[in-house]
């Protein structure tokens, strides 16, 4: 990953009168948070504010994403997210010129439910929101500028076989995602082609 590249960006977008919106695209596994995290610490001394938001503290409760009514793919892609309390709750009163200072809902994965978390963001911060499949055709209108991380499907599986544990043992994760996340994944790439149209593409 190339973070001075990144790094120049955002420099480049930086506006002291305006709040800019930077989206940090990339699929299961591609290192997405530690991007993000990275680039926070890069700006930690200068005057320019870095804010993250994760997409996945914005996901349904189970009893919707895990749906019965579709195949398990189909429920991961369409019905995981709350982008609905994403745009209308954050991203419009972000982008209407004023301070942002509101409590938002972010989802408690422990316990299925969502939890109050006071956010400041100033005008002329840059707000970072990453996860996957950000260059859709409801969201990709709402960044000043998209990065894709693009790293192959073998590299990633070893990655989430290490990092998921959560989910049960190396045979049960790879199971989960060969059923639920691989196949989104490749129709998000087949129908949104997100390392074309994005506008920083690194590895």
């Not at 969502?114 to 005008?123: F, M």
Request: hydrophobic content about 35%; overall charge negative; some cysteine.
């Amino acid at each position: 990953m190339e973070h001075r590249a990144v790094s120049e960006e955002i420099r480049k977008l930086y506006d002291p009168c305006r709040t800019v919106i930077i989206g940090i695209d990339g699929l299961g596994g591609a290192g997405k948070s530690t991007v993000s995290e990275c680039i926070k610490k890069t700006f930690a001394k200068t005057d320019i504010q870095i804010t993250i938001l994760h997409i996945d503290d914005f996901i349904q409760p189970r009893a919707v994403r895990y749906s019965d009514k579709a195949e398990e793919w189909e429920c991961y892609y369409n019905l995981q997210w709350r982008y609905d309390y994403l745009i209308d709750e954050i991203i419009k009163p972000i982008r209407s010129g004023e301070p942002f200072h509101k409590k938002i809902e972010l989802y408690d994965k422990d316990n299925d439910c969502y939890i109050l978390s006071d956010t400041d963001i100033p005008v002329g911060s840059v707000v970072i929101i990453e996860g996957i499949f950000l260059q859709r055709e409801e969201l990709r209108d709402l960044f000043d500028f998209m990065i894709y991380i693009d790293v192959p499907e073998e590299t990633r599986l070893k990655r989430v076989l290490e990092r998921d544990g959560y989910i049960g043992d190396k045979e049960q994760i790879a199971a989960k995602y060969n059923s639920r996340y691989f196949p989104a994944e490749r129709y998000y790439c087949e129908h949104c082609s997100p390392a074309e149209n994005a506008q920083l593409v690194t590895r």
